[in-house]
């Protein structure tokens, strides 16, 4: 009898770390995808989804914002 309770609490705690892995990971999506695509803005688009992600709204503006494309900067040295 104890070693069936062992046995469900050591699946409870699988399941739940592995739920808030992955609760934990699609929360800090945007982050992710802003430091894949080497965002410019990835700090920025980090904080936005630390402080404003648990709202829909938020997440999805961080979302967006790091799909966005990256501006390109062409310095162009002239020779004088």
């Known amino acids: 009898m104890i070693f069936i309770d062992i046995l469900t ?14 609760i934990l990971f699609i929360y800090f999506l945007p982050g992710i995808v802003a430091l894949h695509r080497k965002h ?13 992600g648990w ?6 503006l961080a979302l967006i914002w790091a799909c966005t ?8 040295k ?3």
């Open 9 to 22: 609490f050591i699946t409870y705690v699988i399941f739940v770390s592995i739920m808030l892995g992955l």
């Open 40 to 52: 410019h803005n990835k700090l920025a688009i980090f904080i936005l989804n630390l402080f404003a």
């Open 55 to 60: 709202l829909f709204i938020g997440w999805l």
């Open 69 to 76: 494309k990256s501006r390109t900067v062409v310095v162009v």
């Open 78 to 80: 002239s020779e004088k």
